[in-house]
């Protein structure tokens, strides 16, 4: 999938994006990128068919917006997705959103998830401006292999 506004160019993330995709992420202190996240575990996360991944590029090139995800059953999740600050509000960050849904809901996907810190107050908005509620009652057990 090809999709342009004035300006921005937004396609699918492949093998040979990602260290730009790495050292994108890593310029936002809101995208929590762990340390083992680099370009090399990237790649073998971009070539799972189960992985939904998108750019965005400005006029000259560079990377502007990323979001990554992966699906399984089901379900779906966005792992990360950041818009560069003089490209925020608009439209940009649920442009790609919108692009990751439409891999998951075509491969059967019925509910969509993701973490956010709960201090992030311009990604809580965004999330439920998209239309993402947050469970009440719901914790996260999470445990490092
Ligand atoms: C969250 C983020 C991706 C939003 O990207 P964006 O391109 O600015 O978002 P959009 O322009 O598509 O916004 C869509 C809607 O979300 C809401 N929204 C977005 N940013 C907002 C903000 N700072 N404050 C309040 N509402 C906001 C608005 O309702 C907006 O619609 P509107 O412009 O018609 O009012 C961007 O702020 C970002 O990269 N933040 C840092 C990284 C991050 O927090 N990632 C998410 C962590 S899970």
């Known amino acids: ?17 990602a260290e730009r995709l790495e050292q994108f992420f890593r310029g936002f202190a809101e995208v929590s990128f762990c340390e083992w996240q680099d370009a090399r575990f990237l790649r ?4 799972q068919e189960t992985t ?12 502007v917006g990323a979001v990554i995800g992966g699906m399984l059953g089901t379900r779906g999740t966005i792992n990360h997705l950041a818009v560069s600050s003089r ?12 692009a990751a849904s439409a891999d998951m809901k075509r491969v059967g996907v ?9 201090t992030n107050l311009a990604g809580k908005r965004f999330w ?10 719901e914790i996260t057990f999470e445990r490092d292999l």
């Open 52 to 63: 939904t991944a998108y750019m965005a590029f400005d006029a000259t090139g560079d990377v």
């Open 87 to 98: 490209h925020r509000t608009q439209g940009l960050g649920q442009r790609l959103v919108e």
């Open 44 to 47: 073998g996360v971009l070539l």
């Open 128 to 137: 439920a401006a998209q239309g993402f509620c947050e469970p009440r009652g």
């Open 1 to 17: 999938m090809e999709d342009s506004v004035p300006q921005i160019l937004l396609r699918r993330a492949m093998v040979r994006d």
């Open 110 to 118: 019925l509910r969509m998830f993701l973490f956010v810190d709960d």
